[in-house]
Structure formats: structure tokens, C-alpha cells
């Protein structure tokens, strides 16, 4: 059974920092491309960065760009993301994915295959 789980989220002052992990089970990474997404209530889920974890080529949407940093652990089969100069705006549910084409690194939700359950971000002005 593929599971995903993430932790980490939290309430932060704007400002501040927060980091997201992704622990992955059922699958290896080194298979597998990696996304974090992220939904606010009444919107759609949307890509915030995704990796493919085959040659490390790294995508961020451009709000977090220079401020979030994808990152992973093969070995440990765990997926973060540091988050700096987090702004109230970045304030929704968090999740990870995996696609199982290994040189994706894209946010179409279509290409993931399995989803983590999500971890509340929130930031106050």
C-alpha cells in the first residue's frame, strides 16, 4: 500500500519559517517525481514545486520562488519543503505527491498518482 503523509504544518507569524515533510511508503523515490501542492478553501489545488527525482530538475511556481526549497532523501524516503518569508497568502492546506513518471517535474495534478492526506499551513499578518 503507497502512503504518504505529511507534518510540519502549523500557525506562523508572517515572516517566518516553516518545514514540510513527506514521509513515503509503498514506493522508492528514485522512481517516482515528487510534487507539493497546496489548496486554500473554495480554490483549486495548484502546484507549488515539484521535482523529478531522476536528475533533480526542480520546478516552483513563481510566488515562492527564492522562498521555498524542495527537497528529498531518497534513502529515507522522505520529501521536504523549507518555506522562509512566509507571507499570509502561502496560508492553505499542504500536500505531497508522487507521479510515477520519473522526468516529470510539473504541477499538472493529472500526473500524480498518490496523494499525502495534507498539513495546515497557516500564516497571520
Known amino acids: 500500500e503507497v502512503q504518504l503523509v505529511e507534518s510540519g504544518g502549523g500557525l506562523v507569524q508572517a515572516g517566518g519559517s516553516l518545514r514540510l515533510s513527506c514521509a513515503v511508503s509503498?514506493?522508492?523515490?528514485?522512481?517516482?517525481?515528487i510534487g507539493w501542492f497546496r489548496q486554500e478553501p473554495g480554490k483549486a489545488r495548484e502546484g507549488v514545486s515539484c521535482?523529478?527525482?531522476?536528475?533533480?530538475?526542480?520546478w516552483y511556481t513563481d510566488s515562492v520562488k527564492g522562498r521555498f526549497t524542495l527537497s528529498s532523501d531518497n534513502a529515507k524516503n522522505m520529501v521536504y519543503l523549507q518555506m522562509n518569508s512566509l507571507k499570509p497568502e502561502d496560508t492553505a492546506v499542504y500536500y505531497c505527491?508522487?507521479?510515477?513518471?520519473?522526468?516529470?517535474?510539473?504541477?499538472?495534478?493529472?500526473?500524480?498518482?498518490?496523494w499525502g492526506q495534507g498539513t495546515q499551513v497557516t500564516v497571520s499578518s
Open positions: 505527491a508522487a507521479s510515477p513518471v520519473d522526468t516529470y517535474y510539473g504541477p499538472a495534478i493529472k500526473e500524480y498518482h498518490y
Open positions: 509503498g514506493i522508492t523515490l528514485d522512481d517516482y517525481a
Open positions: 521535482s523529478s527525482t531522476k536528475d533533480g530538475s526542480t
